[in-house]
């Protein structure tokens, strides 16, 4: 699970949405509201088709119209990872949002979370001290000008 996922929040525009993804290279973007509680997830090939309006339509229209429009599935820290991976499978996620007992947000499990656990392979460590309601800009890495490709031999 990666316990710091970037996240952006449902007041947010989708162009900046987009912005964040390209930046972070996440696949899947946590949508929160302002009390930290998970609103939903974001996909990125949902997020790429409806970036294909134009760009000062996307600087008004909000992130929250994408995720209010569904039910959000989550887990729990105390879940089982067979209950998680279940559950996955039978919404057809890629990833699932990780909250508390309140319903914020604590963390993102993604099916490369399993690869990587079946393959015994360790997942990459993130920042110490960022927790999952990071800050949208600040902080954002650099616009990343490659892609990794392949797999990460031990």
Request: aromatic share 2%; with cysteine.
């Amino acid at each position: 699970m990666n316990a710091a996922p970037y996240s952006i929040s449902e007041d947010e525009s989708v162009l900046m949405a987009w912005e964040v993804m390209e930046r972070t290279g996440q696949q899947q973007l946590p949508v929160v509201r302002g009390d930290g509680c998970c609103a939903g997830l974001l996909e990125r090939a949902e997020l790429a088709a409806v970036c294909a309006a134009a760009a000062t339509a996307l600087s008004r229209r909000k992130v929250r119209a994408l995720v209010h429009a569904r039910r959000t599935v989550t887990a729990h820290p105390e879940d089982a990872a067979v209950r998680a991976a279940a559950v996955m499978t039978a919404e057809r996620l890629d990833a699932l949002p990780v909250t508390d007992r309140h319903g914020r947000l604590v963390g993102l499990l993604t099916a490369r979370d399993y690869v990587a656990a079946a393959a015994g392979l360790r997942a990459h460590a993130e920042p110490a001290g960022q927790g999952p309601a990071r800050a949208t800009l600040p902080g954002l890495p650099p616009h990343r000008s490659t892609r990794e490709h392949g797999i990460p031999i031990p």
